[in-house]
């Protein structure tokens, strides 16, 4: 890598900690000259640097014509300073909701843009911290509504980094921005692996949840007579009544409900664990099975459905990352 870009880098890095350190999130934002930073652009100081040039240009021959030509460019520039700053000054800005994913994958995240008065706001650019950028333009008096995509990177509570909102409108000479950081209560689940060597379904009492195992204890209906079966399960009942001849057919009661358990996983680290528990989650969840879900200090009854499985993975979301963690999960 060149020095020049190496340094670059390594300043523009600096910078991002310093600013990411000096941010504290908030639920709702207002532009204005307290949040807001405007500085010439590349093309801004390619511009004073052709005024400069053509100023000495003017002063070497003393002609007047360059001279005007220069104090139109300055005019120019100053006013544009101002039609920039007020692409941005005076929006109100609010995150709506956020989604939850999985990590590695992109959070859809929706932002409420806000107005009082109908005003066009063109070129306004989104991104999160090493996310695309999103244009939008912001032209309606009262809510605005938009979506960007967050890249994840560590499950727990989604934490995108910073919303740098920006513009470089009417021509593109100075750059308006500001940094936002908010709070979701979205989260990002572990990864899933998948785990082909799944643990055998538990036997448990069965109590409704027979899954039809041959067997002597309960009763669970009728079936043809075959030659050779015990006269004692022969149903006299349906014989006596000219229905045919039939056999009573018994089954032992089974659990069908499966158990993801952490205890199911040694000799792996957490991520590991987490990752294969989702998984399995997510397994159950598409077959339409009854499962639970045990970790160190918490479990979850066998049930089913989009609640269950969401409740589920927020947990393995959650799980290990303190007291915070947990209370804000509650509170949700």
């Not at 952490?262 to 664990?273: K, S, V």
């Not at 987490?274 to 049930?303: F, H, K, N």
Request: proline share 4%; net charge positive.
């Amino acid at each position: 890598m060149h020095p020049l870009k190496r340094a670059r880098e390594y300043f523009r890095r600096r910078y991002r900690r310093w600013i990411d350190r000096r941010t504290r999130p908030v639920d709702e934002a207002l532009l204005d000259h307290r949040r807001l930073f405007i500085f010439p652009s590349r093309a801004g100081f390619g511009f004073l640097a052709l005024v400069a040039a053509l100023w000495l240009l003017a002063t070497n021959f003393e002609n007047n014509l360059i001279f005007a030509l220069c104090f139109l460019l300055v005019a120019l520039f100053v006013v544009s300073i101002h039609y920039t700053h007020a692409t941005l000054t005076r929006l109100r800005v609010k995150p709506v909701r956020a989604e939850s994913v999985f990590k590695g994958e992109e959070a859809a995240v929706e932002i409420c843009f806000s107005q009082d008065k109908r005003r066009a706001r063109e070129q306004v650019l989104l991104r999160f911290a090493r996310g695309e950028a999103l244009m939008v333009n912001v032209d309606q008096a009262g809510d605005s509504f938009v979506t960007v995509l967050a890249p994840t990177s560590r499950r727990g509570f989604l934490d995108p980094g910073l919303l740098t909102i920006e513009s470089y409108y009417p021509l593109g000479l100075l750059r308006v921005w500001t940094h936002l950081r908010f709070r979701f209560d979205a989260v990002v689940y572990p990864a899933p692996v998948a785990d082909l060597a799944a643990p055998a379904e538990r036997r448990g009492t069965g109590e409704g949840h027979f899954a039809g195992s041959a067997g002597a204890e309960d009763y669970v209906g009728l079936k043809t007579h075959e030659a050779g079966e015990s006269l004692r399960h022969v149903a006299w009942k349906q014989y006596a009544r000219e229905q045919g001849l039939w056999s009573k057919q018994y089954g032992d009661p089974v659990d069908s409900r499966v158990w993801i358990d952490w205890a199911d996983y040694p000799g792996m680290d957490t991520e590991q664990r987490l990752s294969r528990m989702a998984w399995q989650v997510c397994e159950c969840a598409s077959g339409g099975r009854l499962y639970g879900l045990r970790l160190p200090g918490t479990e979850i009854e066998p049930d089913q459905g989009v609640a269950h499985r969401q409740k589920a993975l927020r947990l393995l979301a959650l799980h290990g990352l303190g007291d915070a963690a947990g209370e804000n999960d509650a509170a949700a």
